[in-house]
Structure formats: structure tokens, C-alpha cells
């Protein structure tokens, strides 16, 4: 148990469909990642957050919209995705952002696009 | 971001300790090495990171080469929940986590 949940933990939709990813800190850190892990890919970064303001977003389609209402939660809101975009999504948080801090990471959504 | 190279694969006997190599020549002097693992169906977790000098933690210990162009994460008695995806990260002073593929430990009882 890291500390940083996310839900669902599985998730199958159609392309049409739109969905959202939870995140949930309980760390009190002040910044928050989505990370994208597609099958024999690395990790690759999506956003970051920092106290609620995003300082990276590493050229990420449209099609994901993340947001960040409050310093403990992160969502990734999801609208006409594509099968490629099926993944292992996963959420992490760290005290600070560009400090040599650990990133705690949650278990992950596994999504399937149909 | 400077790269590492790791072996695709490891295999270890359960209870005898277990050294995953690392090269990172391209390393450079503000350049931290981090360790994170990923066991089965689990997000990563961190291992251990160091800078020059060798580091212990309670998971493991880090050799850093004097030259620091490589590194071993050694954990000293692998157990069968030691097996997972090793991944071995440069992080620059206010860099971000890249990570490569890492080195799949397999560990047998």
C-alpha cells in the first residue's frame, strides 16, 4: 500500500464513449503524475502537476484531459480514445516536483479501448 | 537525458543474493541514479538512489564505480517477491523519472 489509490482499476470502453480516471493521494504531497505504460513500452510521462497548476504536458493528444482540482486528487478525463491508447495508466505523487524526491505510485487502470 | 543500459533479463536462486548491472557512460557530474521496481500488475516502487557514494537501505544496497559510469543494485538475499522489472534511472538535479525497459528479475525457489 503506497498511499496513492486509483480507480477503476480496470476499465473497457468504446471509442465513442467518454470516461474518467481517479487518483488519490494520501501522502500530502504537493505534486501529482500520469504516467502511460503500453505493453513492451516504457513508462512514458504525461502530465504533471504542482500544486495544482500543470508544469508538463509532454505532447499529449487532446483526447486526454487531465485535471487537478485539489492537491490529493488527479483525474484524466478520457473522450474518443483509439485502441492504440490502450495501457496501463498510472498515477504517482511526490513531495515536490524537481526535487530528487521519491515518486510513490498507485497500482494503476488497466484500459482496454474497443 | 543521459541513458542506461541494462541486461533484458536475470535469473537468481531464491536466498542468494542478486547483482543487477547498470552502465550509464554518458553520466553526467549533476546526474542522481535511481532505482525503481515493478513487480506483477503493481505501479513501480522505489528501490534506492545514490549520487557518488555506495548507499544502503533496508531493500538493498547501491555500488556506484568510482568513474560512475555504472552501477549495481545488490539485494542481498533474493526472496520470491524480489521478482520484477529493475529499472535503473538518471535523474538530473530538477529532471523527471525516464524510464527505460529495465532487467526482469526472475528469481527460482
Known amino acids: 500500500e503506497t498511499g496513492v489509490t486509483q480507480t477503476p482499476r480496470h476499465l473497457v470502453m468504446g471509442m465513442t464513449n467518454k470516461k474518467s480516471l481517479k487518483c488519490e493521494q494520501h501522502?500530502?504531497?504537493?505534486?501529482m503524475y500520469w504516467y502511460k505504460q503500453s505493453a513492451k513500452k516504457p513508462l512514458e510521462l504525461m502530465f504533471v502537476y504542482s500544486l495544482e497548476e500543470r508544469v508538463e504536458n509532454n505532447s499529449v493528444p487532446s483526447r486526454f484531459s487531465p485535471e487537478c482540482p485539489n492537491s490529493s486528487h488527479l483525474f484524466l478525463h478520457l473522450h474518443t480514445l483509439q485502441p492504440e491508447d490502450s495501457a496501463l495508466y498510472l498515477c504517482?505523487?511526490?513531495?515536490?516536483?524537481?526535487?530528487?524526491?521519491?515518486?510513490?505510485f498507485g497500482p494503476g487502470t488497466r484500459l482496454l479501448v474497443l | 537525458d543521459a541513458k542506461t543500459t541494462q541486461p533484458n533479463s536475470m535469473e537468481s536462486n531464491e536466498e542468494e543474493p542478486v547483482h543487477l548491472p547498470c552502465n550509464h557512460s554518458?553520466?553526467?557530474?549533476?546526474?542522481?541514479i535511481h532505482w525503481y521496481r515493478q513487480l506483477p500488475s503493481q505501479g513501480p516502487e522505489y528501490v534506492i538512489h545514490?549520487?557518488?557514494s555506495n548507499v544502503n537501505n533496508r531493500m538493498a544496497s547501491l555500488a556506484i564505480a568510482e568513474d560512475r559510469k555504472s552501477s549495481t543494485l545488490i539485494l542481498h538475499r533474493a526472496t520470491l517477491r524480489d521478482a520484477a522489472v529493475y529499472y535503473c534511472?538518471?535523474?538530473?538535479?530538477?529532471?523527471?523519472?525516464?524510464f527505460g525497459k529495465g532487467t526482469k528479475l526472475s528469481v527460482k525457489p
Open positions: 501522502l500530502g504531497h504537493n505534486a
Open positions: 504517482a505523487s511526490s513531495q515536490d516536483y524537481r526535487i530528487q524526491e521519491t515518486q510513490y
Open positions: 545514490g549520487l557518488t
Open positions: 534511472i538518471l535523474r538530473r538535479s530538477q529532471g523527471n523519472l525516464i
Open positions: 554518458t553520466i553526467s557530474g549533476t546526474d542522481y
